[in-house]
C-alpha cells in the first residue's frame, strides 16, 4: 500500500514539493503527528494542578516529545527514502503505543475519584478520565492508514468516524467541565449542543451513502464548530484572567482550559480530510458548494 493522491484540485501544481499539499493520507499523518506534539502542552496544563504528583503522570508528556519525531521519520522513509516498510513498521509501533496510553491513561484517571461513589459529583470532579482517549484515537488513525487501502470509500469512512467520536468526546468533556459550575452561564450549553450536533451530522455518511449536497450541510456545521472554538478561546482567555494565581500560567492552570476549546476547530480539519476523500466517491454532479470550495473532482470510472 502507498500513499495516493487524491484528485481534490483539478490545477494541482506539478511541482513535487507541492504535491504534498494535495495527498490526503500524508496529510492524515502530519496531522496526527502536530496533534500529539500539541497533547504535550495540554498535559502540562492539566497534570500542573497537582505539581506531576504521581511519576507516571510525566508518561505521556514524554510520549507525546518523542512520538512526532518518530512519525516524522516514518513519513521521511516513506515519502524521501522510498522505504515502505519502515513507514509501515514505524506508524504501527506509534500508533499501537498512542493506544495504549490512552487506555492507561483513561484508568488511572478513573482511579482517582470516580469510583468513590459512582454519582454525578464524583464524575464532574474526577480528572477528566475522557481526554487521555485523544492519544487512543490519534494511534487509531496512524493504523487505519496502514491497514485500508487509500482512495476508498472505507478509507474516508474511518476518517470521518474517529471525526465524529472526537466531537462526541468534546460533547462529553464540555458536559462534565461545565457540570463543575452548575452551567452558571447560559452560553455554556453552546458548545455542548454544537458538539452533539457535528458527531449526528458526520455519523450519516458514515451508515449510509450520501447525496453530494449533503456535503454542504456538514461544511456548515464544520464552520459552526470553527466560530464555537474560536469564541469559546476567547471566553475561556478572559475568565482566566479573574483566576487565582500570580501569573499568567498559574491563572490558566486555575482557570478554564484555554486548549479545551480549539478542539473543535481542530476536529474540523480531520473532518474535511475525510470528507473531501469521501466526496470521490459520492454520486452526483459536482455542483455543490463543498465541491466548489475543495475543487473536488470525480475520477473516471477504471475499466
Not at 474517529?162 to 459550575?181: E, K, P, Q, S
Request: proline residues 6%.
Amino acid at each position: 500500500m502507498s500513499f495516493h493522491s487524491v484528485s481534490i484540485a483539478p490545477n494541482a501544481p506539478r511541482s513535487p514539493r507541492l504535491a504534498w499539499l494535495f495527498d490526503l493520507p500524508l496529510l492524515l499523518e502530519i496531522y496526527v503527528a502536530i496533534n500529539l506534539a500539541g497533547l504535550a502542552g495540554s498535559v502540562i496544563l492539566t497534570h500542573s494542578a497537582n505539581h506531576f504528583s504521581n511519576p507516571a503522570e510525566y508518561i505521556p508528556l514524554y510520549f507525546s516529545a518523542d512520538a512526532p519525531l518518530l512519525l516524522l521519520v516514518a513519513i521521511l522513509a516513506k515519502q524521501r527514502w522510498q522505504s515502505q516498510d519502515a513507514w509501515r513498521d514505524i506508524g504501527y509501533l506509534i500508533g499501537g503505543l498512542a493506544v495504549l496510553v490512552g487506555l492507561a491513561g483513561v484508568v488511572y484517571h478513573l482511579h482517582s475519584t470516580f469510583f468513590a461513589g459512582l454519582t454525578l459529583h464524583s464524575v464532574a470532579y474526577a480528572a477528566p478520565f475522557v481526554s487521555p482517549l485523544a492519544y487512543s484515537s490519534l494511534g487509531l488513525l496512524i493504523i487505519l492508514n496502514r491497514v485500508i487501502a487509500v482512495r476508498s470509500i472505507q478509507w474516508a469512512r474511518w476518517v470521518v468516524l474517529m471525526a465524529a467520536g472526537g466531537f462526541f468526546g468534546n460533547f462529553v468533556l464540555t458536559l462534565i467541565d461545565h457540570a463543575r459550575n452548575g452551567f452558571l452561564v447560559k452560553a455554556e450549553w453552546i458548545p455542548i449542543l454544537s458538539g452533539a450536533l457535528a458527531a449526528c451530522v458526520l455519523l450519516v455518511p458514515v451508515v449510509r451513502i450520501v447525496s453530494r449536497r449533503y456535503l454542504d450541510l456538514c461544511l456548515a456545521v464544520l464552520g459552526l464548530q470553527v466560530l464555537v472554538g474560536l469564541i469559546g478561546f476567547g471566553l475561556h482567555m478572559h475568565m482566566n484572567s479573574f483566576a487565582p494565581g500570580q501569573s499568567f500560567f498559574e491563572r490558566t492552570v486555575n482557570g478554564a482550559p484555554p486548549m479545551a476549546p480549539l478542539l473543535f476547530p481542530d476536529l474540523v480539519i480531520l473532518a474535511l480530510i475525510g470528507l473531501c476523500e469521501l466526496a470521490v466517491h459520492l454520486p452526483g454532479d459536482t455542483t455543490s458548494l463543498f465541491d466548489r470550495l475543495f475543487h473536488v473532482s470525480i475520477p473516471q470510472a477504471e475499466a
